[in-house]
């Protein structure tokens, strides 16, 4: 396809250069022009090794680039709202990386930006797009494991650096917001309606104050979703879907495997047995899929997978469970 989007990445995150951006060359409707660091070598040595043709030093340079139409933005978590509305005032598209914001209040200014600027601004949810969670939706929306009534799940790594990003809660770090919100995002995915309210429990680290240990229950009208997540544990995921005639279980739910097929394993109650399926999903990348979907809204004007108005949804429920972890009770939404 010679009408491609033409895209440039805000900085060289490891999410960017070791998974997206090879991800998104490899799509058909991405283009990954130009890479912008805040020191020109690192921008330089991102693009060689990436075989992008521009590098800037600035981020300001690559959003006065005219030819560039859509933005990654990777960006440590406190400065995703800025550079997104800095880059939808020059008129480009924005895809910027989970969680949207540091909290529901700074996610609503995009929504202004974006009907100003008349662009489009995206989360970066890749699972949301993966045909293994389309299938599962599919399948709960066919009766298959009869009426939907709970879901659990488990995302743990194990991370004690003081020095990442991810350890340091003035710039948005911590379990809740760097990996709690797949679970989020995917219950309500799932399930038909918003939940009403939520509960938190949160450890924090004693040293760098980040929740390291944060349990949450998400109460929807026709059932319960109850998951863990962890910076500080052995590495783990899985969700686990239960109907009144059957379970589904997600094998990888998060980071599904580029190199080989996805798999879920549906349990069946019949009668008085249980029949017991795996179904595999073709090998595709998530990262490639979101991109390119991304860029056909753009190319043709068309409906995006994931309105802002859901990210919006989304942290207004991660604001609700750090206020539940407070108050040691339930959380309206």
């Not at 598209?93 to 489009?120: F, T, W, Y």
Request: proline share 6%.
């Amino acid at each position: 396809m010679n009408n491609k989007v033409r895209w440039g990445v805000l900085g060289v995150a490891n999410i960017a250069v070791k998974q997206v951006i090879p991800a998104m060359q490899q799509g058909n409707w991405s283009e990954i022009t130009a890479i912008a660091s805040r020191e020109l070598a690192k921008a330089n040595q991102a693009a060689q090794s990436l075989g992008i043709p521009k590098a800037y030093g600035s981020y300001e340079e690559l959003l006065a680039d005219p030819e560039i139409e859509a933005i990654y933005n990777p960006l440590p978590n406190h400065l995703h709202v800025p550079w997104t509305i800095k880059a939808a005032e020059a008129g480009k598209h924005v895809l910027c990386e989970k969680p949207i914001s540091l909290n529901a209040q700074e996610a609503q200014l995009l929504l202004a930006v974006r009907d100003r600027c008349g662009v489009q601004i995206q989360e970066a949810f890749m699972v949301r797009t993966h045909p293994q969670w389309l299938g599962v939706r599919q399948l709960i929306e066919s009766g298959r494991i009869g009426e939907l009534r709970s879901i659990t799940g488990f995302f743990s790594y194990f991370n004690r650096d003081s020095q990442n990003i991810r350890n340091n809660p003035r710039i948005g770090g911590g379990a809740l917001m760097d990996i709690g919100c797949y679970p989020i995002t995917l219950s309500r995915f799932i399930f038909p309606t918003e939940p009403r309210r939520v509960l938190g429990l949160v450890e924090r680290d004693p040293e760098m104050g980040t929740d390291r240990l944060t349990s949450v229950m998400l109460d929807f009208v026709s059932g319960q979703s109850i998951f863990t997540c962890s910076t500080q544990l052995a590495p783990h995921q899985r969700m686990n879907i239960f109907g009144t005639s059957g379970q589904i279980e997600i094998e990888i739910p998060f980071n599904a495997p580029a190199d080989r097929p996805a798999r879920i394993i549906i349990n069946h109650n019949e009668g008085s047995g249980e029949r017991r399926e795996v179904k595999e999903f073709p090998i595709c990348n998530q990262y490639a899929i979101q991109g390119d979907l991304f860029s056909q809204c753009i190319r043709e004007k068309t409906s995006q997978p994931i309105v802002l108005e859901d990210s919006i949804k989304n942290m207004s429920i991660i604001d609700a469970v750090f206020r539940s972890a407070e108050s040691g009770s339930w959380e309206n939404l």
